[in-house]
């Protein structure tokens, strides 16, 4: 008899088992509408130019080794990490508290992130606090705050499926009802699954609600530039909180943005309240770093940081972001187009006014049942659709496809 002869068959992760039955089917026109990864008008990933040409300078580097990373990583990445969020002249940095934590992706991020939360928000060990996720979100965020030791997870209302938006009434309503110093998961932009993020009037009202009630923001930035083809527009909620005075966490993730998706690049940014807090914060984010992952990889973080730091590389990787937002957001424009074309039933206003990698197109779990067994069009079983699977080539098909599920499937 095995030790392990109790342990379950844990279940498959949804999007990588949907990617897994894609690579399975032979279906001449199958779409693979899941996996969060840029691809190009042929289906293909993507080496952004700008980092061919950092690898390249890299390996020219002789003055490059292998020694272990300081256990908070690599300090100018850190540094223009931070920056990029917050932005270069953001009054916090030059004030000294912000600092950095290099971690293995956004996911890392938000590990260390909710490790250091359990440990020290609102008392020492406190698994009680509330942790408020978005409904619906990234299936990861409740994993990442439950498995860090948190036992009370919480949605709060953000989705309006009635009229395919943002459900700001509901939202507002959650905020004012969390308990003080509640934790709240908030997404930077392009919000996943759904795609809908607050408008500057809305982010507004969301941050003088959390401040009166004393509520930890925690953004999660995973599509700074990759949304709407601006650094800026896109950092527009972190850096409108800073500046109301906010302490709060930002988990960033590099694998959309420069396409290293391999690589695990991330940042946590935590702007505290003063140098000296600052200093106590990363002091424990070391101890937990240390017994988590000890010391973070170079390859990734050498890459972001030579490109961050330097001007040309720096407008060069912008050109670079820019390039895949707006294949997007052309993708978006003419699957309604095509939708509306072809008169399928509804509205189909949301595909444009979403922005992002995904769009929540509505369509019910029947639907996309239907889209999978019969059109062989892959998509998660919410209805999330990933806008960088659609190429000129498969538009009309997907496109028919959907209109097929929308008048034949209830």
């Known amino acids: ?55 390249r300078l890299i390996v020219e580097d002789t003055s490059l080794n292998h020694e272990y990373l300081p256990i908070l990583g690599l300090p100018e990445f850190r540094s223009a990490a931070s920056k990029v969020a917050l932005g270069e002249d953001s009054p916090a940095v030059k004030e000294g508290r912000v600092g950095g934590v290099q971690s293995l992706g956004g996911t890392g991020a938000l590990r260390i992130g909710a490790e250091f939360l359990r440990r020290w928000h609102n008392g020492v060990n406190n698994t009680a606090t509330p942790v408020y996720v978005s409904a619906p979100t990234w299936a990861n965020h409740n994993g990442v705050f439950a498995d860090a030791g948190f036992k009370d997870i919480r949605p709060y209302r ?25 934790i709240f998961v908030l997404h930077a932009c392009a919000h996943n699954p759904t795609g809908t993020d607050p408008n500057q009037g809305q982010w507004r009202q969301i941050a003088e609600i959390m401040k009166n009630r004393n509520l930890f923001v925690f953004f999660d930035s995973a599509y700074q530039g990759f949304a709407s083809g601006s650094l800026e527009k896109d950092a527009w909620a972190i850096r409108f909180f800073v500046s109301q005075g906010f302490e709060l966490f ?17 940042n946590l940014t935590v ?23 000890s010391n973070p990889p170079s390859q990734g973080a050498r890459i972001v940081s030579k490109t961050l730091n330097c001007p040309q590389l720096f407008a060069e990787w912008q050109d670079n ?50 889209m ?29 496809s959907i209109h097929d599920a929308v008048t034949q499937v209830q």
């Open 271 to 293: 702007v505290a309240r003063d140098g000296d807090n600052l200093g106590r914060i990363l002091s424990q984010m070391e101890k937990i770093v240390r017994t988590t992952w």
């Open 158 to 182: 953000y989705w309006n499926g009635a009229k395919r938006g943002l459900d700001l009434r509901g939202l507002l309503d959650d905020l004012e009802q969390a308990p003080e110093g509640s």
């Open 1 to 55: 008899m095995s030790v392990f002869g109790d342990v379950p068959q844990a279940p498959p992760v949804a999007v990588f088992k949907l990617s897994a039955d894609f690579r399975e089917d032979n279906h001449p026109q199958k779409v693979n509408l899941g996996v969060g990864a840029y691809r190009t008008d042929d289906s293909q990933p993507w080496v952004l130019p700008v980092v061919k040409k950092v690898e």
């Open 321 to 370: 972001v820019k390039t895949m937002a707006d294949r997007v957001l052309l993708m978006r424009d003419q699957l309604k187009l095509k939708l509306l074309s072809l008169g399928t039933p509804g509205t189909w206003d949301h595909i444009t006014q979403q922005i992002g990698m995904f769009s929540f197109t509505g369509l019910n779990p029947n639907q996309v049942a239907y």
């Open 250 to 266: 930002v988990a960033q993730s590099f694998s959309k943005n420069f396409g290293l998706y391999n690589e695990r690049v991330g």
């Open 372 to 400: 999978i067994k019969e059109k062989h069009v892959y998509l998660m079983a919410n209805g999330r659709i990933n806008m960088c699977g659609l190429t000129s080539k498969n538009l009309d098909y997907v496109a028919q």
